[in-house]
T-cell receptor, first 111, second 119 residues
Framework: QSALTQPASVSGSPGQSITISCTGT?????????VSWYQQHPGKAPKLMIY???NRPSGVSNRFSGSKSGNTASLTISGLQAEDEADYYC???????????FGGGTKLTVL | QITLKESGPTLVKPTQTLTLTCTFS??????????VGWIRQPPGKALEWLAL???????GYSPSLKSRLTITKDTSKSQVVLTMTNMDPVDTATYYC???WGLGNFDSWGQGSLVTVSS
């Protein structure tokens, strides 16, 4: 099972919106409604930001939203803030034999 | 409050077997839909899922590492143990355990445990 494909880096200015893509196949992202997004600050453990494509856990800002079209999922962050600067990882369910596959990660820089 | 904490050696020699323990609290691994997974992250690199153990004792392993991994649980101690055989320097990474619910949602993570493989 190959890793999901994410852009290595994205950037934006405070207040702007950015979108991070996560491309898989019909065997993972495209085949299930189970895509998650994680935020990881340097030296910290990842934090779940989006689950099941569009849902936000309690306590996560509504500036974070998720969507999916075909084999590509997306994370959008609106009203960028300095604290959003971090690495972001997507993951997807990929069937009973491979329940989890991660993306390669995207470094978000807030200019 | 849900907490997870990884414990184990910080240094292992090549060819040795690594044993990591995840001790958790605030949830039960007997609850339907709940699981505990292991994820690793080499320095400066991406997350890589390793293994997942479900409430019903079903297990899943990364296809590329399946032959080297074993995941078990001790429900009475609220622990999940991961063993990885034949360690190599490329296995140097921070190893995380995390609570899973549903299909692939890791909603609580341990702080991580850095394991270095070197002779």
């Amino acid at each position: 099972q190959s890793a999901l494909t994410q852009p290595a880096s994205v950037s934006g200015s405070p207040g702007q919106s950015i979108t991070i893509s996560c491309t898989g196949t019909s065997s993972d992202v495209g085949g299930y409604h189970y895509v998650s997004w994680y935020q990881q600050h340097p030296g910290k453990a990842p934090k779940l930001m989006i689950y099941e494509v569009t849902n936000r856990p309690s306590g996560v800002s509504n500036r974070f939203s998720g969507s999916k079209s075909g084999n590509t999922a997306s994370l959008t962050i609106s009203g960028l803030q300095a604290e959003d600067e971090a690495d972001y990882y997507c993951s997807s369910y990929a069937g009973d034999s491979t329940p989890v596959v991660f993306g390669g990660g995207t470094k978000l820089t807030v200019l | 409050q849900i907490t997870l904490k990884e414990s184990g050696p910080t240094l292992v020699k090549p060819t040795q077997t690594l044993t990591l323990t995840c001790t958790f609290s605030g949830f039960s691994l007997s609850t339907r839909g709940v699981g505990v997974g292991w994820i690793r992250q080499p320095p400066g690199k991406a997350l890589e899922w390793l293994a997942l153990l479900y409430w019903d004792d079903d297990k899943g392993y990364s296809p590329s590492l399946k032959s080297r991994l074993t995941i078990t649980k001790d429900t009475s101690k609220s622990q999940v143990v991961l063993t990885m055989t034949n360690m190599d320097p490329v296995d140097t990474a921070t190893y995380y355990c995390a609570r899973n619910w549903g299909l692939g949602n890791f909603d609580s993570w341990g702080q991580g445990s850095l394991v270095t493989v070197s002779s």
